[in-house]
């Protein structure tokens, strides 16, 4: 339908070449490895995955903890995506992006933050236990489900927060204005106007979140404690520490095919919804009663407490000696003391992490640009396509990035060693997220506006440049967003492969955080608030972008 | 515009991998995330031989070891340095080495040599010991425990905490010393150990940094509270060189006493199929080099196996070397890693 005439189908093979080159190709060969050691297939880790109660457990266990986490972070970004997408507040887009910035933080990181505020000897407990003198810790999270649940909830939020904002800011509020006139209270508003409009979103947003934490590795390991293991846990545990590939590559397919058969649901029920209630005029608007003020002040200190506290506990620790500000971390990052090789000036981790961000996002941009053209066409392809898209964030990292290793490394695509490896991995679990974010919008676009456009002679670029691409801007703007943060954070497969002297931001802060010494560990702190600030000027980059390119529409 | 970027895009793709040809005057070494070198040191060895350096990082020891493996018939590089004795009988059954009997190993201690067939060469050791918080012990008037077993008492029930050993290499490497001193096949054996652990409460975190900065009670930290911890016996002098008032140290002490620490030992090997086997053989001698096992310890808290090497002042001042670390065959550790983990997490979680 979109993109047509001759070159459309071409396109349409760059995001499936990509995908088959460096998804299924590598993911194949490493299952053809664990599954048919001896040239025939052997089921006999399957048989074992099935005969036991254990993997039964951790499957189950999963499953559960991926569904409250999906649940409890859509119910709680639901509300704040509503304020943030009708009213009109200073800082507004801000801390939109802002928001975002949890997401790139590395686990052991955020760990470390969240037991300095809710751990026993954290700020909560003593705030608590001096304000009414208690003499035991109240707050009792170390090491329990809540504290997985309460993290997941704290990275994913901003995912559901920004595809939902970003797809309801583009929609107009003449049927709710309608609905309101006719006498419809809060309660049937929400139920009969508001859920159904969202819902794409909603789903688009549950989807991803629902992929993410179902992988959930380091939060379960590290916050979870031994007591719980998802599948991503048992996959590594099985690959890297017992070197069991046979069931590695079973416990990965098990993932993979739960995953899809969960995204084919997931994409019948997104094109069922009809929802084109067509672009009006900005509506966002100016906070006028004193109810309103509370609400968005409500929705804005809620974030401050969820999102914020946490990273500001870290800004704290990096930057205090003894309760005194105390800046030589910072400085001591920016010398190799050590003059040690690999102990590189994080100036040059910095410029490093922001090459290959550069590269995964635009490469992001362009393949999930095409791929949601390819999907909100018509016809079986793009039915069977849309949930094959979502899997590289099905897949354990461990296991493709052993698949990088076994399937890249002959010409023409040696790349197993290459720094291209890294915005390749990236890219993978990056572009997921461009077709998430730009899908329900360009769904939503009512063919009558294109044909009316066809009709006075535009030709299908002009479709594009003014009609598609300026509607669907905010979800260009959110997916790159994203993009750019999987990158900086080095998601994916890229720390599974061998890398060469490509050190990011955050291999420094593993490296560091992994040596004895409190100046290595407020270091990796202070490396850890370098890649926030990065971050940061990345997501007011992208939204300048947006802006200057389409203008606020 | 898009046909343009996609076309630009794949020869990219295709065409900059040519550009990583391999040459004979480039040694690749394939070692962990934790491998640091003076760069001066390595630049030395560049000049001396002509050769370039080129270091892959492979993730963890054990990411390392298994992409080695799984790259056998095509390895990354020439020589693989950073397999210690727990991951050794692994790469050895994948036969992923080849042999190299280095000149320089006439300065090394035999008890470090493993075989007799020189598939890999001992480089630098690491003793995984508990370390105590000085000021705990002091104020609290308490005496440290001086056997493992002495950790089940009540004086210290609650102050210890460990790694998990399915995913941390200490808290594996402790498991193994608990393994080698109680076996598991005597009337007390480790598991009964462990139980007596979980009922003297002890504590099990996920990894190394966790334990160390999240749990561990020594100064600077203002979430630890326990004054014992899995960590290293390099650990205090590194805690007192990079802390922020070294005059104030010590901070904190290991526990070498016999049979309470277990030594990983480091090999490097020329790997099978080596493009450069000869470099990948310098490269091995040149680790076993004065300049490069004077370079270890504080690039990264190991010790040099070179018996005539000296120590760096505050290593030698502070670090405890075990005279007799508890000790397991590798071919034991590999054969048995699955059930020892298995039986453990059993008592730890029933």
């Known amino acids: 339908m979109r993109l047509r005439g001759s070159y459309g189908y071409v396109v349409y093979l760059l995001p499936l070449t990509f995908l088959a080159l460096f998804y299924f190709y590598p993911l194949l060969a490493i299952l ?27 499957f189950l266990f999963t499953l559960y903890q991926a569904t409250l986490s999906t649940a409890l972070t859509l119910f709680l970004a639901l509300p704040c995506a509503y304020v943030f997408s009708r009213y009109r507040f200073a800082g507004k887009s801000l801390l939109l992006s802002l928001a975002t910035l949890p997401f790139v933080l590395p686990t052991v990181v955020v760990a470390l933050a969240f037991m300095s505020l809710v751990g026993r000897r954290g700020l909560v407990n003593d705030l608590l236990m001096t304000l009414f003198s208690l003499d035991y810790t109240p707050v009792q999270l170390e090491r329990t489900l809540a504290i997985v649940i309460i993290v997941h909830v704290f990275y994913n939020f901003a995912i559901a927060l920004r595809i939902m904002t970003g797809y309801w800011s583009a929609q107009g509020i003449a049927a709710e204005e309608a609905a309101r006139v006719l006498g419809a209270d809060e309660w049937a508003l929400w139920r009969d106007i508001r859920l159904p409009l969202i819902q794409p979103a909603l789903l688009s947003a549950a989807a991803l979140v629902f992929m993410f934490t179902f992988t959930s590795f380091g939060v379960v390991l590290i916050l979870g404690g031994i007591r719980f293991a998802t599948l991503e846990v048992q996959i590594y545990y099985q690959a890297i520490s017992l070197f069991n590939l046979p069931m590695a590559g079973a416990l990965s397919l098990l993932q993979i095919v739960a995953m899809f058969a969960l995204m084919t649901a997931y994409t019948h029920l ?88 550069l590269i995964s996002t635009s490469m992001a941009l362009i393949i999930g640009m095409i791929a949601s053209f390819m999907i909100v066409g018509r016809g079986g392809l793009a039915r069977l396509v849309d949930p094959l898209l979502m899997l590289p964030l099905a897949t354990s990292a461990v296991t493709l990035g052993f698949g990088f290793i076994v399937a890249l490394d002959e010409p023409p695509l040696n790349l197993r060693a290459s720094w291209l490896i890294i915005p390749i991995s990236h890219t993978l679990v990056a572009f997921p997220f461009v077709v998430r974010s730009v899908l329900p919008s360009l769904r939503a676009i009512p063919s009558s506006v294109r044909e009316a456009a066809q009709v006075l002679g535009a030709r299908p670029f002009d479709l594009l440049r003014t009609i598609d691409l300026p509607l669907v801007s905010r979800g260009i703007a959110v997916g790159a967003t994203f993009a750019f943060t999987v990158s900086m954070g080095e998601f994916g497969a890229s720390l599974f492969v061998a890398q060469r002297e490509s050190v990011t931001i955050p291999v420094v802060i593993y490296r560091l955080i992994g040596d004895p010494g409190l100046a290595s560990y407020r270091q990796a702190l202070a490396m850890s608030v370098i890649l926030l600030l990065v971050c940061a000027l990345g997501f007011v980059m992208i939204e300048r972008l947006r802006v200057a390119g389409v203008g606020e529409f | ?114 075989g007799v067939d020189h598939l890999v060469t001992p480089i630098d050791y690491g003793d995984v010991c508990l370390n105590y918080d000085i000021a705990y012990f002091e104020d609290n008037e308490v005496d440290l425990p001086s056997s493992l077993a002495d950790l089940t008492l009540a004086e210290y029930k609650g102050l210890l905490v460990v790694q998990n050993p399915a995913t941390s290499s200490p808290g594996l490497a402790f498991l193994l010393a608990t393994i080698a001193v109680f076996g598991d096949e005597e009337d007390y054996t480790f598991l009964d150990y462990w139980r007596d652990l979980r009922s003297n409460d002890v504590l099990v975190v996920d990894g190394w940094t966790e334990a160390y900065y999240g749990e561990f009670s020594a100064p600077g930290r203002d979430t630890g509270a326990r004054p014992l911890v899995v960590s290293y016996a390099s650990s205090p002098p590194a805690e007192v060189l990079f802390s922020e008032n070294p005059e104030d140290g ?101």
């Open chain 2, 1 to 114: 515009m898009f046909t343009r970027s996609v076309l630009a895009l794949l020869l990219l793709v295709l065409i900059v991998p040519a550009v990583f040809s391999q040459e004979n005057d480039t040694v690749v070494v394939v070692t962990h995330d934790s491998f640091a070198a003076s760069e001066i040191v390595l630049e030395a060895f560049e000049a001396h031989t002509g050769m370039t350096v080129e270091i892959l990082r492979g993730g963890d020891a054990g990411t390392m070891v298994n992409q080695s493996i799984l790259s056998v018939n095509n390895p990354l590089g020439d020589v693989l340095y950073g397999i210690d004795n727990t991951f050794l009988s692994r790469a050895l059954d994948a036969e992923i080495f080849v042999a190299y009997q280095s000149p320089e190993l006439q300065f090394v201690d035999e008890s470090f040599v493993p």
């Open chain 1, 32 to 58: 053809d490895i664990g599954l048919r050691p001896d040239g025939w297939l052997d089921l006999s880790a399957f048989l074992r995955l099935l005969s036991t109660d254990y993997y039964l457990g951790v």
């Open chain 1, 270 to 357: 997104q094109r069922g919804l009809q929802s084109a209630i067509g672009a009006g005029k900005a509506v966002a608007r100016p906070v006028k009663s004193p109810r309103e003020r509370s609400l968005v002040w409500g929705v804005v200190i809620f974030i401050f407490a969820l999102l914020f506290t946490p990273l500001l506990a870290l800004v704290a620790r990096s930057a205090l000696n003894n309760g005194a500000l105390d800046m030589s971390n910072y400085a001591a990052l920016a010398e190799s003391s050590r003059g040690s090789l690999l102990f590189i000036a994080p100036i040059e981790a910095v410029a490093n992490s922001l090459r290959f961000a």
């Open chain 2, 250 to 350: 010590p901070f904190t002490g290991a526990l070498v006493g016999d049979d309470m620490c277990f030594r990983q030992v480091e090999y490097a090997g020329v790997l099978v199929n080596a493009r450069n086997p000869e470099g990948a053989r310098q490269f091995v001698d040149f680790m076993l080099s004065p300049a490069f096992q004077e370079d270890l310890p504080l690039n990264m808290f190991v010790f040099p196996v070179r018996e005539d090497i000296l120590l760096p002042d505050i290593f030698a001042e502070l670090a405890e070397i075990p005279a007799q670390p508890a000790a397991l065959e590798p071919a034991d550790i590999e054969a048995n890693r699955e059930d020892w983990i298995g039986a453990w997490s059993e008592v730890m979680l029933r």
